[in-house]
């Protein structure tokens, strides 16, 4: 059941469906005003003049802010800020603007004790506003997404999730779960990517009583979740014959336990999450094709992170309350979070913002700054990006090469906490904000082993 939601919008906003068919209207997502959370979209035609008393700023005002402060532009491509020698300063993509001169705007703007960040399109926040369900922040494409899930989760046997570590699958699959025929039985989650290659049998379909030397009768993932919902996170990391075997007792709606001789009707909804392409599973002889078209269709996508920046000023002020009612999150804090790439998304982001918050109470602050935030924190990809969160258009720049800077700063952050945890997988990743798939993913990619964290 969801608890009434909560919404970071204006009064008065328009509030609907999917809006996709609309054309883009661009325009500035107002994220903080007066150091308070709040997400509103600003259309912006060409050009908005922002101060105190604005009337595009509403009700809302920032006593920080000059009451004329500063311009925004936008030329039909690019977004130019002027500051207009405002008192308390404007500050672009972490830089401080000197007055008068434009400059360009790719990721965040600040104001005062405001923030706002130039989007291609700020009409999906006019028409959905952020909600907060159940401690859950859905941005408007979260919320696209569920909708979509929802119908489809009416009449359909699976679902396939894909996205970045980090991103909310597992709520995406619940909802699945919720809306499907199944939503009164269980909801049974299975990362396969943890499971030891040789439980994983045991550990799917069940067990008989003397299977092996020491088996008892044991039910598996597949009867717990019958009259409900199986969620297979990592699927592809289940070795060939095991998904030969899933894919038959899908097939089939039958299990055979390990030992058994009688297999065992189940009823059950499959939803399955990774962050591959599992088309090029299949051609690299990684997934079973006949176990794609089973569960790989039809498919949605879940955008990382950094593509959802309204969701992020939420996320930081939840997270720095959980860890005491009393702290609450600076602007400074809530920039330099817009400001990262949290390559391991949600997750990453949690976690650092209540290991900032905790640094606070340590130095007996209750207002948790910048200062508090760890310097690698949301940036385990390498340095700050001040890359631009909607795809840049196409140049003819020369190709990357084949090792970028990024790529080394990642590799050396990777050896380091590799390092420092004595090459364990689990504190390796805790440490850097990933999960432990993710970490593997990397050391294979950079062609890292375990011994490279021993010094
Ligand atoms: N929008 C959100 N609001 C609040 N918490 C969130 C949100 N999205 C994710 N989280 C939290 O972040 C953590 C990671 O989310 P989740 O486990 O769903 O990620 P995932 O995409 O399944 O990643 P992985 O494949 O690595 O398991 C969880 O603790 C989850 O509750």
């Not at 007996?364 to 940036?379: D, F, K």
Request: net charge neutral.
């Amino acid at each position: 059941m969801e608890q009434a939601p909560s919404t970071l919008q204006p009064s008065g906003s328009v509030r609907a469906g999917s809006g996709s068919e609309e054309p883009p209207v661009p325009g500035l997502l107002r994220l903080a005003c007066a150091g308070a959370v709040m997400a509103e979209a600003l259309p912006l035609r060409v050009e908005l003049a922002l101060g105190r008393t604005s009337p595009e700023l509403g009700e809302a005002q920032d006593p920080r802010m000059s009451r004329s402060h500063a311009r925004v532009h936008h030329d039909g491509r690019r977004f130019w800020v002027t500051d207009l020698g405002s008192q308390n300063g404007t500050w672009v993509d972490g830089e401080a603007c000197v007055a008068g001169t434009p400059r360009e705007a790719r990721r965040v703007i600040r104001m005062g004790d405001s923030l706002f960040v130039p989007s291609a399109d700020v009409g999906p926040l006019m028409r959905c506003g952020v909600r907060v369900v159940e401690g859950f922040v859905r941005g408007p494409a979260f919320q696209r997404l569920l909708e979509q899930v929802a119908r489809t989760a009416g009449h359909g046997f699976s679902l396939h999730i894909h996205g970045e570590s980090g991103t909310g699958k597992e709520e995406v699959a619940r909802t699945f779960h919720a809306q499907g025929p199944g939503a009164r039985g269980p909801f049974v989650a299975v990362n396969c990517a943890a499971i030891p290659q040789g439980l994983a049998e045991r550990l799917l379909f069940g067990a008989r009583r003397g299977a092996f030397s020491g088996a008892d009768d044991a039910e598996g993932y597949l009867q717990a979740a019958d009259g409900g919902t199986l969620f297979l996170d990592e699927v592809a990391e289940l070795d060939l014959g095991v998904q030969a075997k899933l894919l038959r007792a899908l097939e089939t709606r039958e299990v055979l336990p390990l030992g058994g001789s009688r297999p065992r009707k189940v009823d059950l909804q499959v939803c399955s999450a990774g962050n591959r392409d599992l088309r090029a599973m299949v051609a690299n002889g990684k997934l079973r094709e006949d176990l794609y078209f089973r569960l790989g269709r039809p498919e949605v996508t879940l955008p990382p992170l950094r593509q959802r920046p309204e969701e992020i000023p939420a996320l930081v002020a939840m997270s720095v309350r959980e860890l005491s009612p009393e702290l609450s999150a600076h602007v400074t804090l809530l920039e330099a979070c817009l400001l990262r790439p949290w390559p391991g998304n949600v997750r990453e982001l949690r976690v650092e913002a209540r290991a900032a918050a905790q640094e606070a109470l340590l130095r007996g602050a209750l207002r948790v700054e910048v200062s508090h935030l760890g310097p690698s924190a949301g940036t385990a990809f390498g340095p700050p990006s001040s890359a631009p969160l909607e795809p840049a258009p196409k140049t003819s720049s020369p190709p990357p090469s084949r090792v970028s800077p990024l790529e080394e700063g990642e590799r050396a952050r990777v050896v380091e906490a590799l390092r420092q945890h004595g090459g364990n997988v689990a504190a390796t990743a805790r440490a850097l904000g990933m999960h432990r798939t993710q970490l593997r993913r990397l050391l294979e990619r950079h062609g890292l082993s375990l011994e490279d964290g021993s010094s």
